[in-house]
Nanobody, 127 residues
């Protein structure tokens, strides 16, 4: 079992930056695909970013965040980070991290591909 705990959410003005992190315990994240999803009130869960479980650590992004967000893996700290820049009010949501060791590249954007989830951290962007 992998336990995931997000942190770093908060209130930020539009145009600002914020980094959220997801710390894992129970197992090393080596060999796991890692992803961030978000869900705003009244909306469906949306794919934000993912990093491959392969050695290439290829990164994938949702269209709405491409060029503004960056996902990275810190293997030493067993953590995955999401650096968010140029934030917009529409980025307001609960951000959740997910992990899976059977995720194939074609399914990396699907929440159903992941076995382990954190509780989420709230990010609110105001004008």
């Amino acid at each position: 079992q992998v336990q995931l705990v997000e942190s770093g959410g908060g209130l930020v003005q539009a145009g600002g930056s914020l980094t959220v992190s997801c710390a894992a315990s129970g197992r090393t994240l080596r060999g796991y695909a890692l992803a961030w999803f978000r869900q705003a009130p009244g909306k469906e869960r949306e794919f934000v970013a993912a990093i491959s479980r392969n050695n290439d650590n290829a990164a994938f992004y949702g269209d709405s965040v491409k060029g503004r967000f960056a996902i990275s893996r810190d293997s030493g700290k067993n953590t995955v980070l999401l650096q968010m820049n140029s934030l917009k009010p529409e980025d307001t949501a609960i951000y959740s991290c997910a992990a899976g060791n059977r995720v194939i590249t074609s399914a990396i954007r699907s929440p159903r591909a992941y076995d382990f989830w954190g509780q989420g951290t709230q990010v609110t962007v105001y004008l």
